[in-house]
């Protein structure tokens, strides 16, 4: 199986080494060649949605990714990855691949002390550890969106269809639960 790994900014080689142990090849996607529909699913990884939102527009990435999401190719996205893949996102309006019908509060922990580790149940998998980094949670889940897993109430977990989105970074842990779960809905 062949992932392709959003590479433009943030934290993306985390998530290549991850594939790397549960043997999965990483394609680093960089520009516009390294992306084709012969991929078996995408990861977006966390990062700054806004930075990697406009290098998507620019490398001319953003319509050839958005039509393969919709034509039903699996999608990961960590943190900034959430926030591009929401219909709704406060304050701002949609993400710019917007697939999964949530309502996503950016820098929802505050913008400097947002950061910590936590262990919550994850649906499917049990308890998983959980790295928030200046992250985003979701406020609303609609339709067909089903919420994974909460943490202090809040939503930070969904998966709607082939989509899979997490406000925290699970390649920032040991735990490769998260990624195998998203490799057996592929
Ligand atoms: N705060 C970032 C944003 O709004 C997300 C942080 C992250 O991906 N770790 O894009």
Not at 19 to 41: A, Q, W, Y
Not at 67 to 89: E, H, R, S, Y
Not at 120 to 137: D, L
Not at 157 to 179: C, D, G, M, Y
């Amino acid at each position: 199986m062949k992932l392709g790994v959003l590479a433009l900014q943030g934290a993306f080689i985390e998530h290549c080494n991850i594939l790397k142990t549960v043997d999965v090849e990483p394609v680093e996607i960089r520009k516009r060649d390294h992306f084709s529909d012969n991929l078996d699913g995408l990861i977006i990884p966390g990062g700054e949605s806004t930075t990697i939102s406009k290098l998507l527009g620019d490398l001319e990435l953003l319509s050839p990714i958005t039509d393969a999401v919709l034509c039903g190719m699996p999608v990961f996205g960590t943190c900034a990855g959430l926030i591009l893949l929401a219909k709704k996102v406060e304050g701002i309006g949609a993400g710019t691949i917007p697939v999964l019908d949530v309502l996503v509060r950016r820098n929802g922990y505050g913008r400097q002390l947002g950061s910590f580790s936590k262990s919550a149940h994850f649906e499917g998998i049990g308890e998983v550890p959980m790295v928030f980094i200046r992250a985003p949670y979701i406020l609303e889940a609609h339709g067909s969106a089903e919420i994974l897993a909460k943490v202090d109430g809040r939503i930070v977990a969904v998966k709607q269809n082939s989509v899979l989105a997490t406000a925290f970074h699970p390649e920032l842990t040991e735990n490769t639960e998260i990624h195998k779960f998203f490799i057996q809905m592929i």
